[in-house]
């Protein structure tokens, strides 16, 4: 059965970087995109972006274009989110998601990032 | 950027009673509109896509209505997993997601 799996927990401090990884398994990797959703406390999902998971063509959200960053690696079927200059707004749960037929059907459990001096 | 506003904030109904959840978005997106339901230290799952096509393996009791700005999630039948967070979502548009609403005993 489709599996998207993601790393654990991160605690960084502001100014560092933080790359989450989410793999996934059950299904042809390079045949669907994987997009990048988080959400903070208390407040509403935001959507980051795609990676096309065979060409590795990505989309940003106007909101992250510039301090994060898709790869993927088709051979480890795993895609990666990349933030960097950390600040405690970025304090959030991270999520991967599937998009094939259906708009994100499979979704990550989520990995939480606080960002605390 | 596409606002979606969800209404109620929160809505409380009992085991059995029909729930309505709406959604606004501040410019049309044509049926390009889903429905998820977050349950407390999950993610989101789909519910509805294309503003009434219900998800693989999503039971009957949910349907979703609507076109343009004004979408609706209807329950017919609440079930104890059902009381739950709701958000909507659009992606006419690159993609934003309401703000929710909480379905309550």
């Known amino acids: 059965q489709v599996q998207l799996v993601q790393s654990g927990a991160e605690v960084k401090k502001p100014g560092a970087s933080v790359k989450v990884s989410c793999k996934a398994s059950?299904?042809?990797?390079?045949?669907?995109?994987i997009h990048w959703m988080r959400q903070a406390p208390g407040q509403r999902l935001e959507w980051m972006g795609w990676?096309?998971?065979?060409?590795?063509?990505?989309k940003y959200s106007q909101n992250f274009q510039v301090r994060v960053t898709f790869t993927r690696d088709t051979s480890a079927r795993t895609a990666y989110m990349e933030v960097s200059s950390l600040r405690s707004a970025d304090t959030a749960v991270y999520y991967c998601?599937?998009?094939?037929?259906?708009?994100?059907?499979?979704w990550g459990q989520g990995t939480p990032v606080t960002v605390s001096s | 950027e596409i606002v979606l506003t969800q209404s109620p904030d929160t809505l409380s109904l009992s085991l059995g009673e029909r729930a309505t959840l709406s959604c606004r978005a501040s410019?049309?997106?044509?049926?390009?509109f889903a429905w998820y339901r977050q349950k407390p230290g999950q993610p989101p799952s789909l519910l509805i896509y294309?503003?009434?096509k219900r998800a693989t393996g999503i039971p009957a009791r949910f349907s979703g209505s609507g076109s343009g700005t004004d979408f609706t999630l209807t329950i017919s039948s609440l079930e104890p997993e059902d009381f739950a967070v709701y958000y909507c979502?659009?992606?006419?548009?690159?993609?934003?997601f309401g703000g929710g609403t909480k379905v309550e005993i």
């Open positions: 998601a599937r998009w094939a037929q259906q708009p994100h059907d499979y």
């Open positions: 990676i096309n998971g065979g060409n590795g063509h990505t």
């Open positions: 979502q659009q992606y006419s548009n690159w993609l934003t």
């Open positions: 294309d503003a009434s």
């Open positions: 059950g299904y042809n990797f390079t045949r669907y995109a």
């Open positions: 410019q049309s997106v044509g049926s390009y």
